[in-house]
C-alpha cells in the first residue's frame, strides 16, 4: 500500500498565482515525521520542511506554508505569489519509527510548473 | 563541510558491465542508504546500512549490491547493469537512533545511463 500519495503529477500556473500541493500519508505509528523537498531541474534535492507528528501548528516561512491536518493525514504545501523559480519537482515524504526513522518514504512527486 | 559526495555524478555504460558509484561522508553518520528516482515514481530506497558490516535491503534491491567496510563509505555495485537500471541515484547519511529522527544529508545524485 502507498504510504504517501502525492495526487497531482504535474500542476501548471502563471507566476503569481497561488499553488497548494497535495500530501496525504499513512501509517500505524503514532510518532513520526513529515518532510517536504524541492527538486529543481539541476536535480538536487533541497530540504524544504521537517514537521513532527505531535506538532500540528501550521507553519509559514516567506512564501511557503504548510498545513498538517493529522485528523485527514494530510500535510499540504502552500507556495503563495508563485515565481518562474518555484518550477521543480516536489516530493513530501514520511519517515516513521518502525523503520527506524532514518528511512524516507517518498511519494511520487508533483512537478510544478510556473510560466511567466 | 559537512557533506556527502558521489561518484561519479553521471556515467553513460552498457549492458551487463560491471560498475560501481561511491558514496562518502564526512560526518560520522552510522547511517547510509541508498535511492533510486524515476520519472512518476518518486524515490525509492534500495539498500542502507546501519552502520560498519550492516547492510539490509530497501524497497527495489534486485540488481544491486552494497559493501560497508568502512563507516564513511557506502558503495553501490551492479554486477550486471541492464537498461532498466537507467535511472537517478541518490546517497544519504544520517546519525542514527530508533527514538528520534536525525537529519537525512543527500549528495548530489549519480545520473546512470545503461545502454
Known amino acids: 500500500a502507498q504510504k504517501v500519495t502525492q495526487a497531482q503529477t504535474e500542476i501548471s500556473v502563471v507566476e503569481k498565482e497561488d499553488v497548494t500541493l497535495d500530501c496525504v500519508y499513512e501509517t500505524r505509528d503514532t510518532t513520526y515525521y513529515l518532510f517536504w523537498y524541492k527538486q529543481p531541474p539541476s536535480g538536487e534535492l533541497v530540504f524544504l520542511i521537517r514537521r513532527n507528528s505531535f506538532d500540528e501548528q501550521n507553519e509559514i516561512s516567506g512564501r511557503y506554508s504548510w498545513n498538517f491536518q493529522k485528523s485527514t493525514s494530510s500535510f499540504n504545501f502552500t507556495i503563495t505569489a508563485s515565481q518562474v523559480v518555484d518550477s521543480a519537482v516536489y516530493f513530501c515524504a514520511l519517515s516513521e519509527a518502525v523503520r527506524g526513522y532514518s528511512t524516507l518514504t517518498f511519494g511520487k512527486g508533483t512537478m510544478l510548473l510556473v510560466s511567466p | 563541510e559537512a557533506q556527502v559526495t558521489q561518484n561519479p555524478r553521471y556515467l553513460i555504460t552498457v549492458t551487463g558491465k560491471k560498475l560501481t558509484v561511491t558514496c562518502s561522508q564526512n560526518?560520522?553518520?552510522?547511517?547510509m542508504s541508498w535511492y533510486r528516482q524515476d520519472p512518476g515514481l518518486g524515490l525509492r530506497q534500495i539498500y542502507y546500512s546501519m552502520n560498519v558490516e550492516v547492510t539490509d535491503k530497501g524497497d527495489v534491491p534486485e540488481g544491486y549490491k552494497v559493501s560497508r567496510k568502512e563507516k564513511r563509505n557506502f558503495p553501490l555495485i551492479l554486477e550486471s547493469p541492464s537498461p532498466n537500471q537507467t535511472s537517478l541515484y541518490f546517497c544519504?547519511?544520517?546519525?542514527?537512533?530508533?527514538?528520534?529522527?536525525?537529519?537525512?544529508?543527500f549528495g548530489p545524485g549519480t545520473r546512470l545511463t545503461v545502454l
Open positions: 560526518m560520522n553518520h552510522e547511517y
Open positions: 544519504a547519511s544520517s546519525l542514527y537512533s530508533r527514538s528520534s529522527y536525525n537529519e537525512q544529508f
